[in-house]
């Protein structure tokens, strides 16, 4: 279920971030935070996300363990 106002959703290990970008252009009122621990994969994010921004965010690298 998702309100009329939207949802914020994290998203971990978001690869290239191609689900991402597609929910993003169907739930507009709803913001994505999207993380990965590859940089190589978060530049990729970036790129097809770049459209959709500031409604989706690809800027953190999660750790290893």
């Known amino acids: ?28 009122k709803s913001s ?7 940089t190589a994969n978060l530049g990729k994010a970036r790129e097809n996300c770049k459209s959709e921004y500031p409604k989706v965010w690809v800027y953190i690298r999660v750790a290893k363990w």
């Open 1 to 28: 279920f998702i309100s009329e106002s939207g949802i914020n959703v994290l998203e971990l290990g978001c690869g290239a971030a191609d689900p991402t970008r597609c929910l993003a252009e169907n739930f507009l």
């Open 32 to 38: 994505f935070m999207a993380s990965d621990i590859s």
